[in-house]
């Protein structure tokens, strides 16, 4: 079955740390994007990549990197630099020929202490 | 820039109709989409307009108005599993989507 997989679904840190969150698709889309989700706030635009090796900056990217060394991949490493960095992370694709429908994945829920 | 507006919360009763409006404003609009996402889950695609007018799928219908920069979902035969957040969504071309704050959408007995 294609989809998007993110893991861990669960993550626990401790302030201070860096962590990456994983985000795998074989859907063969170029497109790939990071959200964060916050109570009350909708979906917040980090990073994304439309190509590999390219990636451009959202709404709320500091405190945030990515790399985009393969088509398939798209891994979002939170830093300490990021004050606030409990949330929920959403990853999510598309294909540009249909630039209405974007694909996510399950979600990693990201709690630091 | 693109903003979108559309209420934070709404209830209804199980077996009712309810319309959750999304009105717009965009530097360049190539259409508006529905996700609808349950508590804890991801986004799911619903619908999409890209043309005004009303779309039907199933249960689920949405609406469009260019020259209102509005739209709006509209779902019948409310059922409790209904019961989620839903989110308008403005495509513009290969950029990512921008989305509403989202509704909550409470379905009650």
Partial sequence: ?113 | GQSLEQPSEVTAVEGAIVQINCTYQTSGFYGLSWYQQHDGGAPTFLSYNGLDGLEETGRFSSFLSRSDSYGYLLLQELQMKDSASYFCAVPSGNTPLVFGKGTRLSVIA
């Fill in chain 1, 1 to 113: 079955d294609g989809g998007i997989t993110q893991s861990p679904k669960y993550l626990f840190r401790k302030e201070g740390q860096n962590v990456t969150l994983s985000c795998e698709q074989n859907l063969n889309h170029d497109a790939m994007y990071w959200y964060r989700q916050d109570p009350g706030q909708g979906l917040r635009l980090i990073y994304y990549s439309q190509i590999v090796n390219d990636f451009q900056k959202g709404d709320i990217a500091e405190g945030y990197s990515v790399s985009r060394e393969k088509k398939e991949s798209f891994p979002l490493t939170v830093t300490s630099a990021q004050k606030n960095p409990t949330a929920f992370y959403l990853c999510a694709s598309k294909s540009l020929a249909q630039a209405y429908e974007q694909y996510f994945g399950p979600g990693t829920r990201l709690t630091v202490t």
